[in-house]
């Protein structure tokens, strides 16, 4: 199975929501263009050193129940990390 992140998540469970989040505003802006409409898919702006800060959002409130089972992916976060 291929795709973005999105598409994977639906090809399992339909009614998925998925919440992207990156401290790149340009990436936000670019993926926000490029979302569905309806509300159940998201793009952030925020920062993975601070998850409290996007646990609080209230972006990621409106879209991911976080009593509910969740999925996280952290892609391409090591190199940013010191050591």
Do not use: K, N, T
């Not at 639906?10 to 802006?29: F, H, M, N, Q």
């Amino acid at each position: 199975m291929g795709g973005h992140c999105l598409e994977c998540a639906r090809a399992i469970v339909p009614d998925a929501r998925v919440a992207y989040v990156d401290s790149d505003l340009a990436a936000v802006r670019q993926a926000q263009s490029l979302l569905p409409a309806g509300g159940e898919v998201i793009a952030f702006e925020g920062d993975a050193r601070e998850p409290g800060a996007i646990l609080a959002s209230p972006a990621l409130a409106g879209v991911i129940d976080l009593a509910e089972p969740i999925c996280l992916l952290l892609v391409s976060r090591r190199p940013c990390w010191p050591a």
